[in-house]
T-cell receptor
């Protein structure tokens, strides 16, 4: 299957700092990327959808100014958590698909801990 | 509104047994139904998927059964192994739209 690489796998930061998470499609062109958030023992919650070269579409209740998403190329999308606070601590997962393909491939996730 | 309802929330099965997870959906526009397996601290991995024009799909020990009229689908894991212990998510997608996930089922296979 297609490979989606996500980095870092784990990050610990101080409250008030910003954290950037990268998501790369290694062997296909990711025309659409999705960012999810997952709390312990819960399902994945979609945060936003990004299409290459376009502004991201955020789900209701997700602060676009806090969770900055950039999808500047067909192989890279980034999620920046700005001015992180302890309540932002969570497992963040990206996924990617290519045009016309219904299969969705996930990254390995990033565990963010804000102290 | 939870559009995909998954049950049970957790499941314990003996090695060699059959694990059965059920999902029900509401949106008749859904036309793609994947199942994902997730291990702790990892992203979900696609296991198997089905479209509504097929009533059953089998890949190795994993089988999806699909009942379009009842708007239900299920995952059967045959000959369950300790390595199958993970959280399983069903999902559904309408053409051109995002995936909607079920709540997840934690499966524990006892040796």
């Amino acid at each position: 299957g297609a490979v989606v690489s996500q980095h870092p796998s784990r990050v610990i930061c101080k409250s008030g700092t910003s954290v950037k998470i990268e998501c790369r499609s290694l062997d296909f062109q990711a025309t659409t990327m999705f960012w999810y958030r997952q709390f312990p023992k819960q399902s994945l919650m979609l945060m936003a959808t990004s299409n290459e070269g376009s502004k991201a579409t955020y789900e209701q209740g997700v602060e676009k100014d806090k969770f900055l998403i950039n999808h500047a190329s067909l192989t890279l999308s980034t999620l920046t958590v700005t001015s992180a606070h302890p309540e932002d601590s969570s497992f963040y997962i990206c996924s990617a698909s290519s045009r016309g393909q219904e299969k969705l491939f996930f990254g390995s996730g990033t565990q963010l801990s804000v102290l | 509104q939870q559009q995909v309802k998954q049950s049970p929330q957790s499941l314990i099965v003996q090695k060699g047994g059959i694990s059965i997870i059920n999902c029900a959906y509401e949106n008749t526009a859904f036309d793609y139904f994947p199942w994902y397996q997730q291990f702790p601290g990892k992203g979900p991995a696609l296991l198997i998927a089905i479209r509504p024009d097929v009533s059953e799909k089998k890949e190795g020990r994993f089988t999806i059964s699909f009942n379009k009229s009842a708007k239900q689908f299920s995952l059967h894991i045959m000959d369950s192994q300790p390595g199958d212990s993970a959280t399983y998510f069903c999902a559904a997608k309408a053409a051109g739209n995002k995936l909607t996930f079920g709540g997840g089922t934690r499966v524990l296979v006892k040796p």
